[in-house]
């Protein structure tokens, strides 16, 4: 998953069945960015946000994320 923060608008574009690149608004400081990540992929995918964890690159725009 490819994370791009300080979008103009927040949006998820599938580009594979598991590669995503999210655009979030949110910056990237203080962990913001993920937070508003987060966020989205539990509405996107229509789960508990407290099933989604960023398992790779907390600091990175490139994440490994499971939903489950």
């Known amino acids: 998953m490819t994370v791009?923060?300080?979008a103009r608008?927040?949006?998820?574009?599938k580009l594979s069945?598991?590669?995503y690149r999210v655009s979030v608004h949110a910056p990237a400081q203080d962990g913001e960015a993920n937070r508003v990540l987060?966020?989205?992929l539990a509405q996107h995918f229509d789960v508990a946000k407290s099933k989604i964890r960023i398992i790779h690159?907390?600091?990175s725009r490139r994440k490994l994320?499971?939903?489950g």
Do not use: M, R, Y
């Open 4 to 6: 791009k923060p300080n």
């Open 57 to 59: 690159g907390h600091s």
């Open 65 to 67: 994320v499971e939903v």
């Open 38 to 40: 987060i966020e989205l």
């Open 9 to 13: 608008k927040s949006l998820i574009a």
């Open 17 to 19: 069945e598991t590669e």
